[in-house]
């Protein structure tokens, strides 16, 4: 039985819930109706679940304990507020019929991906509703004439590059996370590409999103994927790094690049992290087409020798990687290890062959984990700062004194070619002098004049 039909089924023997729906479908906001209980916050009534199970199916509504903590935390330190009920949409219409009966008795809505998040921000600090779109996974789809592709939010980034494999072309924004697409264009993700691709910002080229009153919008326009346009308001950009605030992305165009025809990655270590980070702005100063650098200390080095059994210097260190022809690729290479070199830079490291290359970026994207190895049973918090390129020496050195003179166990990690930069401090969510001085030491980096820009 289709959608409809099971809906008009369900509601034959449901008159309180059809009449529920229907004022929920004409998208207007309506009074609190007591379908959510008042004893508990954000504990939903019976009759609200039903009418959840209405619009899904009961299989795809849960309210069950284990459903609920396991969607209301992340990645993150963050304490675990999970919603009122679980809720797995199979296709737009469903996800629009939702927004619309919470948004009619008030009820939030907190949507829901892979979970790979840093940040916090799938706790139902109000309890509601969590929309998990991982079952609408579908590539909808490709046009490689176009470059671009359309793809539901359940489809992650690893899905579709092993999607685009035989086709010449890849989609390279790499958070680190195997995140799902749409919500990496929820969170305006980055990553190691950024330097040569650039973020999702600059990746996305239209959205169908449903609004919190159920209404679909296409924010290029349905079935539009011009790489350039002068035409009304960005609508697109609004919704990119929105983070489920404005409403419920349920597809996203995303921009094509060719596969590279040669691929070259090395490691470099370096005396301090200040010889690292010159480094890296001579290289860019010297317009080698980079695709990734990225910045690693010797607190960070170490605990990837750890956790991925590599055998680097525990040292500051650099990671690159530079794409293109054979014969260019061997002028980059020699230039970037000139430039090292007279930043004092050794144990040069070159990987060419995929296995090696994937083994260096794998324990690269590890390094959250690896991280919280250096300190069994403590959390994660992850500063997150962008700087211009021409501070990124001063800035980063200051930080590394300002990291050992507060006490607390951290590591510095950076997409350092965009002068991005992540501090990983390991903490006892039980110790509140501990929490203080990790709230201080943020606020601190954040605020403080020589960091003008937060990313």
């Known amino acids: 039985m289709g959608w409809c039909g099971h809906l008009a089924t369900h509601l034959s023997a449901h008159p309180a819930m059809a009449s529920l729906l229907r004022a929920a479908a004409t998208w207007g906001l309506f009074p609190w109706r007591g379908y959510c209980s008042r004893g508990t916050q954000g504990e939903l009534s019976k009759g609200f679940v039903e009418a959840l199970k209405a619009v899904v199916g009961s299989p795809h509504v849960s309210t069950a304990a284990a459903d609920r903590e396991q969607h209301g935390h992340d990645e993150s ?109 929820a969170t305006a993700a980055s990553g190691t590409n950024a330097v040569r691709y650039g973020t999702m910002r600059d990746n996305v080229l239209n959205l169908e999103v449903v609004l919190p009153g159920g209404r679909l919008l296409h924010t290029a326009g ?29 597809a996203a165009t995303l921009r ?73 690729l061997a002028e980059q290479i020699e230039r970037a290890e000139e430039i090292s070199q007279h930043n004092g830079g050794s144990h040069f490291f070159w990987a060419k062959e995929a296995e090696e290359r994937s083994r260096l970026w794998a324990a690269r994207h590890n390094a959250w984990y690896a991280a919280l190895a250096l300190r069994p049973g403590c959390k994660g918090y992850s500063t997150d700062v962008c700087v211009p390129i021409s501070r990124l020496p001063e800035i980063l050195v200051q930080t590394k004194e300002d990291l050992k003179a507060s006490g607390l166990t951290g590591a510095i990690v950076g997409h350092v070619g965009d002068g991005n930069f992540h501090c990983i401090l390991l903490v006892d969510p039980e110790d509140a002098e501990e929490l203080r001085r990790v709230k201080a030491f943020g606020e601190h980096l954040g605020r403080c004049p020589r960091t003008p820009e937060i990313n």
């Not at 219409?93 to 008795?105: D, G, I, K, T």
């Not at 009820?107 to 079952?135: D, M, R, S």
């Not at 690893?158 to 990496?184: E, H, I």
């Open 77 to 185: 330190m963050h304490r675990c507020q999970p919603p009122g009920a679980v809720v797995w949409p199979q296709n737009v219409e469903q996800v629009s019929r939702l927004a619309a009966l919470c948004y009619s008795q008030g009820v939030p809505i907190i949507p829901f991906g892979t979970g790979t998040g840093l940040e916090g921000g799938v706790c139902a600090v109000q309890g509601g509703v969590c929309i998990n779109l991982t079952h609408m996974d579908r590539i909808l789809k490709l046009d490689p004439e176009d470059f671009c592709v359309v793809v539901e939010p359940g489809v992650t980034r690893k899905t579709l590059n092993t999607y685009l494999r035989d086709s010449g072309l890849w989609f390279p924004v790499d958070p680190g996370a195997d995140a799902s697409l749409c919500g990496m264009v």
């Open 222 to 250: 349905a079935g539009r994927h011009f790489r350039k346009s002068a035409a009304g308001y960005n609508l697109t950009g609004l919704f990119v790094g929105s983070e489920g605030t404005l409403g419920l992305i349920t």
């Open 256 to 328: 094509l690049h060719p596969a590279p025809e040669a691929t070259v990655a090395a490691t470099c270590a370096f005396p301090s992290v200040q010889a690292a980070v010159d480094t890296t702005v001579h290289i860019l100063q010297a317009a080698l087409p980079l695709a990734r650098i990225e910045f690693l200390d010797e607190v960070m080095m170490d605990a990837c020798n750890r956790h991925s059994r590599l055998t680097c210097s525990v040292a500051p260190t650099l990671f690159l990687e530079f794409h293109g022809s054979e014969r260019a």
